[in-house]
Every structure is written in structure tokens, then in C-alpha cells.
């Protein structure tokens, strides 16, 4: 079972407070809860109009036929975005990485997030009971990627139908987190030994990577680093 839909209004759900939970007695429904697995990454194109613009896709049951239920679950965020280059990559990057973090629905709670695409999440019996769904979650989540300038299409896409059918997404998200991975280590360790990177693969394969290889090269010999 796949559903569209196109997100058009901003977000009219109520905003947690600071400070809310949602209790494993108050829980409708888990998503991504470790021992049942998940998957959530983002990607971006520099092709905007690849994407179908607010377009929001579930794979699967929506969160009203999910009650009392703990599944697996997927989530994939798709950025058309223009301007990316070596020198501003990361720090877009990480802007877009922490809106996830950002999301704050009444009844809708991040339990848990990694770095190795993982994301695990409860949503209250009260907010399922006042309509909570997934064209709502990512419309928040369209509507915060959308302040961006540099951000032009966004999709999002769900998944509740079972670990099958995101398995043909696995090497895609594999991919990505790769790209990612080597992007923190040159920024973050400073480490541009390609011999004995364990992405050595991924740069050689991604050129924009390579890119801003030789860009942080430059700035490190041009500031005595």
C-alpha cells in the first residue's frame, strides 16, 4: 500500500513543550525501536526538479492503523538544492542534518537518533486519537527545510510496510552515510591520509569529495595548519 500527498498548508499541529515525553504507557505507537530496525538518511540533488516538490509518500500503513504496534520503520528526506560547492558543503550540510532534531510535535517524540542512520521515535495515544499522521510529520519537516534559500524541492518518504521494503533502499543509504562519513573526518579529525582512510573508496568514486579535499589542503597550507 503507497500513499501521496502534497503537502500545501504550513504546519497547524500544536508544538511540544520543552520538556515533554512520551511514556512507554502513553505510547500508541514505536517506530525504529532498535530490536525491529531503522532506517533514516538524507540525501540531496543538485538537480531540484528531479524531485516532485512537497510530495510526501508512505509506504505502508499511516500512524492511526499502526496503534499498538511496534514496527520497523524508514524515513528518506530528498533536498533539490542549488549553490552547493566544496567550500560551503558541510556547514549546509549540518544545518540541514539538525532539523531533524528541531521537529517538536505535541505527541510525537524522537526516542533516539544516530549518526549511522538509525531514528527511533513514539507517538502518544492522544495525539493518534486527534489525527496525528505521517503528511503531517513531513510537512513539519518540508516547512523547516523550505526556510533554507538554498533548499528549492523537498520530498519525504515513509516507510511501516516491513524491513522488505526498504531493504533495495539499504545501499543507498549505506552510500550516503559514507559520503558523510568522509566529510567529518577531513573536517572534524583533519585528515586527508587517503592510504589508510577507510573511505578511501567513496572519495575515489565521488568528485566533489575530492573537491573539497583539495580545498581544505589549501586552507590548512594557506593558514600554517
Known sequence: MVSDTIHQRSLDWPLADKGDLVMGMD?????????????????????PMRLINKRIS????????????????????????????????????RKLENVRYDIRLKGYMMRGVSQFGREWSR????????GLSFPIIGGALMDRYLEFTFVRTVE?????????????FLPIAENALKIIGAMNKMIEEDSYDCDTCVYGDICGEVEDLRALRRSLQKKGKTTGV
Open 156 to 168: 519525504v518518504v515513509f516507510f511501516t510496510s516491513g524491513r522488505m521494503d526498504m531493504k533495495p
Open 27 to 47: 505510547t500508541a505507537v514505536e517506530l525504529g525501536h532498535p530490536k525491529d530496525g531503522s532506517t533514516a538518511f538524507l540525501i540531496w540533488t543538485s538537480e
Open 123 to 130: 507517538v502518544s495515544r492522544t495525539a493518534i486519537d486527534n
Open 58 to 93: 508512505v509506504l505502508g500503513p499511516d500512524l492511526h492503523q499502526l496503534a499498538g504496534k511496534r514496527i520497523p520503520f524508514g524515513k528518506i528526506i530528498l533536498l533539490g538544492v542549488d549553490g552547493f560547492n566544496e567550500d560551503n558543503s558541510y556547514e549546509r550540510y
